[in-house]
């Protein structure tokens, strides 16, 4: 189990909580995280891999701000890992699914025992702010009846990988679209009045892919969801398989390093391990 993270930071003085909770871990094929070739031949490359990773996190962010709480993806379920999770979305996909990826996920470490742990109920979440749609991200929707998702739109409109059988009964999400440029990014959208809070297009994972950006006094803070597996992976230059676009991938990887060179930048995709050792970092420089 990966260890939750906090850090307090302030934004025009004004202090914001950040946690960093894992909602379980996977595993995936070593050659599916890191892969060899572009295009149609990395598929069955990986899918007769025989290797698997080691264990990573499956991180949810959660942001106490002045202007509400927010949940930026809500993490996997324990029923991931029962026999026939994946049955209704087809054979192919059920066998794909539970072939390909390996979880361990237990009750306690599901989005509303996190919240619960750091005294937040549903209720007081104002919005939930999706990356994009793939099962791992959205699984733990239905702990959030009733609670505005953001989504973007071009994700909703045209998704990659995502598993609408698994979406909550009459889950109909907030659309947000992208039309402002962000500094390098070319389309973002301000998720807080203050402005402070920044949902960015970044795709290549999928078309739709967004990364959520916290603008603090200290730093920018960028929950790169699965932009890449690990900040490694990204200053290196190696990529995943099974991308929608690898051409996308490797412009979001110039504009995010690119954003780097201009800010101090704190990058914590969704399944680094070490993204919760660079938050720690950040609260023993700040604190």
Excluded at 46 to 59: A, G
Excluded at 135 to 144: A, I, M, R, W
Excluded at 183 to 189: G, I, P, Y
Excluded at 191 to 210: A, E, F, K, N, R
């Amino acid at each position: 189990m990966f260890s939750k993270q906090s850090v307090e930071l302030t934004s025009d003085g004004r202090r914001v909580k950040i946690h960093l909770v894992s909602t379980g871990m996977v595993a995936v094929k070593t050659r599916f995280r890191e892969t060899r070739f572009k295009g149609l031949l990395s598929t069955p490359d990986f899918i007769f891999d025989p290797c698997f990773t080691e264990w990573m996190p499956v991180w949810v962010m959660i942001i106490e701000h002045p202007e509400g709480i927010f949940v930026i993806d809500t993490g996997e379920i324990s029923a991931v890992t029962q026999r026939g999770y994946f049955r209704s979305s087809g054979l192919f996909t059920s066998w794909f699914d539970t072939s390909q990826f390996r979880f361990r996920v237990n009750r306690e470490e599901e989005i509303d025992r996190q919240l619960a742990a750091l005294h937040i109920s549903h209720e007081q979440v104002k919005a939930v702010i999706l990356t994009h749609l793939h099962f791992d991200h959205t699984d733990g929707l239905k702990y959030f009846p009733g609670t505005n998702i953001l989504v973007n739109k071009g994700e909703w409109e045209k998704p990659f990988g995502d598993l609408p059988k698994l979406y909550p009964p009459a889950f109909i999400p907030t659309l947000v679209e992208l039309h402002q440029a962000y500094d390098v990014f070319e389309h973002s959208r301000f998720i807080t009045d203050s402005q402070d809070l920044v949902l960015l297009h970044t795709p290549g994972h999928t078309w739709g892919h967004c990364s959520v950006l916290f603008k603090a006094d200290q730093c920018y803070v960028l929950f790169a969801a699965d932009i890449s597996y690990s900040q490694q992976q990204l200053l290196e230059g190696k990529f995943a398989a099974n991308s929608a676009s690898h051409v996308l991938s490797v412009k979001t990887y110039e504009t995010v390093k690119a954003f780097g060179r201009k800010h101090p930048l704190v990058f914590l995709p969704s399944h680094d391990g070490e993204s919760s050792t660079r938050l720690k970092e950040l609260k023993t420089m700040y604190t």
